[in-house]
């Protein structure tokens, strides 16, 4: 099991920027192109009132900031050159959809799709759609706005893929702001999940076409059971099941930093017997890159470089891999 | 706009300390020069019972633990190097005036104000004063306070200027022991904040030269707002008004990292359409210098001189500036 | 007062991993004996599901998970490249005892050290054994918990010395899940601490040979009187008594960072005054390490080392240390 890709966290809300230029990151998507990352996905192009470019529909519609560079045409360029697929993540209110007024989230959205296809749309790493919204479970109109979203995506586009990564309602699902990291009660069950997420595919099947659920948030024990489910759900509805195995560690009072290589092994195994193919992580920049901020990153960079090289040398499964040291 | 003046986190009490010996900070203090910073203003000379000299007033009355180094030597002798002013902080006891007793917290600093402008008077780069008890709103007998050690500070000092910084009880006063980001409800109005400051200023004019508000505790969205208020107070009671820009991040769950320099701009922008002139932060050696242990703020420091650089060749103002990417 | 000795923080719970390979891990021992270290203790062999080398009884028993490599093996070699002697921590449940489950605790170790001794017991730098359930009070049956245990590892190792680590509950013995940093009511008194270790100190005093109290919990002002009743209890019964000097910084909101020079020197200080003569610490590698992923970390171990070159070419006692800059 390999990553094949990683979301760019712009703009982020939770994780302190690094406030990188365009040398930083050319060298980092050097380093993903020698760890054999070959998709980036962009984790959303506007929040609130932040934007990765000037978009006139933002600035206009929701008085978004002028921002300082163009991320995106950035990072389109830098995926050009260095053959990686890019997916464009979409706006995120914070505030429309989270108090239940989904239809304004699309309709904001469907504008911004429009100026984005219209001003990048004929860039040769332009490979696809991720719809940000980040949801666990079934509530409110989320199949619609899903569905909506998706679907305006490819008619534009000509078909392009749309991936989506939820993540689980399981005990590790704690806010951010509290210092916690699990809570006490209310994880869901899988029995839940599997009723929750075969409901929400078979709303979004037609249109969207990858799923790379988040796996931070159950415990490790459970992991694998929810992988499976997972799985079992977009095999029974068409979709892609990806993993997004998170490289920071959601065990710690300091959130976020990254997480133990043993950890981050253990997940990539599991998802491997759940039968999934595909990984990608949340996010290289700041947790696995030599030259993040946080330097445990660039020993997680080593410990998996080591990895890929043991995989290659002895021509075997992970599953051997081991006792190094 | 430009940061003229940084605070020199000693003591601090709510960032953990860098542990930087004299080489170090002689080459911080190379690092702000190159940044065109002219100014340096002692956070606090002593907290509780830590002290950043052997302070004979501080030992006895307060029973200061004995300091391993002076820094306030170091800091002059620094100061002057570099051709920069040094603003002293006085003596914030931690309890005496948050428990209501204002009149001990002036009596200890009186003293304290006569032994430091005894043993540190006659240096070159003693420039000013700055009162450390921070504050955002009229409470208790906060102007006493003030007046009073502003007063005596300029008596005793053939009236240095005395510099304060408080802050405004926005959305995001926010305890640094609690995780939240933002409180949910009591945030000062604008009208309530004018009301109070108006107030304050009138009863410390004559006595305080300047006052630079810490720009983080609003949001984005209320901060011109706010600059434009207390712009237009001090100019009503004389008083100078620069902003404090802060240099980290309010908004993360970590307590604290270096700003995106996207918002460190923003506010800059915002104090400039205010009328403000002159800006200092809090604080560099954190948080903007190449040195800093957070390496964020070595590329914060990389992206602030571009925008110097910016600044200079093009012979405009910044509003101009921007994509450069 | 020196350092002589440092825990290994395998298996963490709460601090993030450096993800250090047997690179770091070797030069970390260089720095450590640079800086006089020649104890390394292995903070805990397994937690949970988690372990330090592959061990039949935890996987067996407790359903751990495979670990990448063997680190009580690496650091049996290091210790012993570099002459240091090595301590064993035992296995910490998470669980067991934390429920009152005191014998599980006990059997399922039982089996583990048996098993570590066959597989480790030869090795020239295994040199001790700690028990690594932390505790503060006398609750529970915490006592033959830890009699029974030290008792067992002394009988298969021929006598090899037992050391404890235990924490004292006062005013900054808080959660690390939660960003206060002190607690408002429930310190315990200097009487009902005495009283308690008395107690336990009785209870264990035949088969526990050093007891190494961490000295962060408590406020500055309150130290040295819990040193002198540490010290005066452990001559009383018997036991060696070392100070556990933590080295990183109880005082800030962001948990944990290293800790300010200063307080270690003057936590050090106070030990000495106490009668104490020897220094351990949690830990040299994430907090006072060169190579630490905290950079805080560097400069705080040339602070250590510019002491230790004090303590040398004075020739005289620490008290006379200071105002080197």
């Known amino acids: 099991m390999r990553i094949k890709g990683t979301f760019l966290d712009e703009i982020s809300h939770d994780i302190p920027h690094q406030n990188w230029g365009r040398k930083e990151w050319e060298k980092d998507f050097q380093f993903m192109k020698e760890a054999g990352i070959d998709t980036v996905i962009l984790i959303r192009a506007g929040y609130g009132k932040w934007q990765t470019f000037h978009s006139n529909v933002l600035t206009r519609e929701?008085?978004?900031?002028?921002?300082?560079?163009?991320?995106?045409?950035?990072?389109?360029?830098?995926?050009?050159?260095?053959?990686?697929?890019?997916?464009?993540?979409?706006?995120?209110?914070?505030?429309?959809?989270?108090?239940?007024?989904?239809?304004?989230?699309?309709?904001?959205?469907?504008?911004?799709?429009?100026?984005?296809?219209?001003?990048?749309?004929?860039?040769?790493?332009?490979?696809?759609?991720?719809?940000?919204?980040?949801?666990?479970?079934?509530?409110?109109?989320?199949?619609?706005?899903?569905?909506?979203?998706?679907?305006?995506?490819?008619a534009i586009s000509n078909e392009l893929p749309v991936l989506i990564s939820p993540y689980i309602d399981g005990i590790k699902n704690v806010s951010q702001y509290l210092t916690d990291t699990s809570k006490k009660s209310n994880a869901i069950s899988l029995d839940q999940h599997e009723a929750e997420w075969n409901e929400i595919f078979d709303g979004i099947k037609n249109v969207v076409d990858v799923v790379a659920f988040q796996d931070g948030h159950v415990s490790f024990d459970d992991l694998e059971s929810f992988l499976r489910i997972n799985k079992s759900l977009a095999d029974k509805h068409g979709l892609e099941c990806w993993t997004n195995s998170e490289s920071f560690d959601r065990d710690m009072p300091i959130k976020f930093m990254p997480i133990k290589w043993e950890k981050l092994l253990l997940k990539l195994k599991l998802a491997s017997l759940a039968g999934i193919d595909n990984a990608i992580t949340f996010e290289f920049s700041h947790f696995m890159s030599p030259q993040s901020a946080y330097l445990q990153a660039g020993h997680l960079y080593n410990r998996y470089m080591e990895y890929l090289e043991q995989l290659k040398s002895k021509n075997n499964g992970f599953h051997k891999v081991g006792y190094s040291i």
């Open 62 to 154: 929701e008085g978004a900031y002028r921002p300082p560079v163009d991320l995106v045409n950035m990072f389109l360029e830098l995926a050009d050159q260095y053959n990686m697929d890019f997916y464009f993540g979409l706006y995120d209110s914070g505030k429309y959809w989270i108090k239940g007024d989904y239809q304004k989230e699309v309709d904001v959205n469907k504008k911004f799709i429009d100026e984005v296809w219209s001003k990048y749309g004929e860039k040769s790493a332009f490979k696809g759609w991720y719809i940000c919204q980040e949801i666990s479970r079934k509530t409110g109109r989320i199949i619609d706005l899903y569905a909506d979203l998706a679907h305006h995506c490819k």
